[in-house]
């Protein structure tokens, strides 16, 4: 039997972990277009979250283009596992809006102090880029890191996903590269519509 590569495997995966609810965003990027990648974070059991893209110009986080079009990802198992388009450098992804389980009428805490994650989707790895715990705040809720997220959580959480997948005579190891989340005001333009 030929061996894949892991990176087939974990694009394999991947594609049917995250469900995209909204359209694709019209304008393509010159510098790694088509490219691919998996970002992995922690997040509360059972909840939908809505990631925006976005830059960072140096002044503060801005949406891009596709403000009304944010992408809708599920958690399984306190995960999150993305395919997403690539987007590096200032060009980021948010978490903008979270449903969690039992909890459908709770949003985001919006306004200048409110802050979100960004972090970058790198092509062709598949990074960790943290994780998020949820703090009721009002009539809202808001995110707040969660430092209990390691490699080694998230490794885990690959093997015991490769497990249930159909295909399980190819059990590849994946390496899970180290990314990041920052914290931004999350402009109130970029809000879910």
């Not at 965003?25 to 088509?34: H, L």
């Not at 922690?42 to 925006?52: D, E, G, K, Q, V």
């Not at 919006?110 to 790198?122: D, E, T």
Request: glycine fraction near 10%; aromatic fraction near 6%.
């Amino acid at each position: 039997m030929r061996d894949c590569g892991s990176t087939f495997l974990v694009l394999a995966l991947a594609a049917g972990c995250a469900t995209t609810d909204v359209q694709k965003t019209a304008r393509a990027r010159a510098a790694g277009a088509g490219r691919s990648a998996v970002v992995i974070f922690a997040a509360p059991p059972r909840s939908t979250l809505w990631l925006y893209q976005g830059v960072d110009d140096g002044a503060g986080w801005t949406c891009d283009g596709a403000a009304g079009q944010p992408l809708q990802v599920t958690s399984e198992a306190g995960f999150v596992m993305a395919k997403l388009p690539a987007r590096t450098g200032k060009e980021t992804y948010a978490i903008g809006a979270i449903e969690t389980a039992g909890a459908s009428d709770r949003h985001l805490r919006s306004g200048p102090n409110a802050k979100v994650p960004v972090f970058n989707a790198v092509p062709g790895k598949v990074t960790l880029v943290g994780g998020v715990k949820v703090l009721d705040v009002g009539e809202g809720v808001s995110l707040l890191p969660d430092p209990s997220v390691t490699r080694a959580r998230a490794a885990r959480f690959l093997a015991s996903k490769n497990r249930r997948e159909k295909h399980r005579g190819n059990r590849t190891s994946v390496a899970v590269a180290n990314g990041k989340m920052s914290w931004v005001a999350m402009p109130d333009s970029c809000e879910r519509r």
